[in-house]
């Protein structure tokens, strides 16, 4: 999802589950969402751009 704030500020946010790939060893797998935002904005005649991700624990993933 994304949209405009006032300054003419423009961001994008992006949810989305992580896969790390395959688990090695006896760890057990943590559920983990990835999160980004990127805000946008004009200064005089150049984009300015800062995108910043994160990794959070998601939800529990049901027992098999």
């Known amino acids: 999802t994304g949209g405009s704030l006032t300054g003419g500020y ?3 946010r992006v949810v ?15 559920p983990l969402v990835s999160v980004g935002v990127e805000v946008a904005w004009t200064e005089g005649e150049k984009t300015r751009r800062v995108v910043l991700s994160s990794l959070r624990l998601g939800p529990p993933e049901p027992v098999r």
């Open 16 to 30: 989305r589950p992580y896969d790390p790939g395959p688990v090695t060893g006896p760890l057990p797998r943590v």
């Open 10 to 12: 423009r961001y994008r």
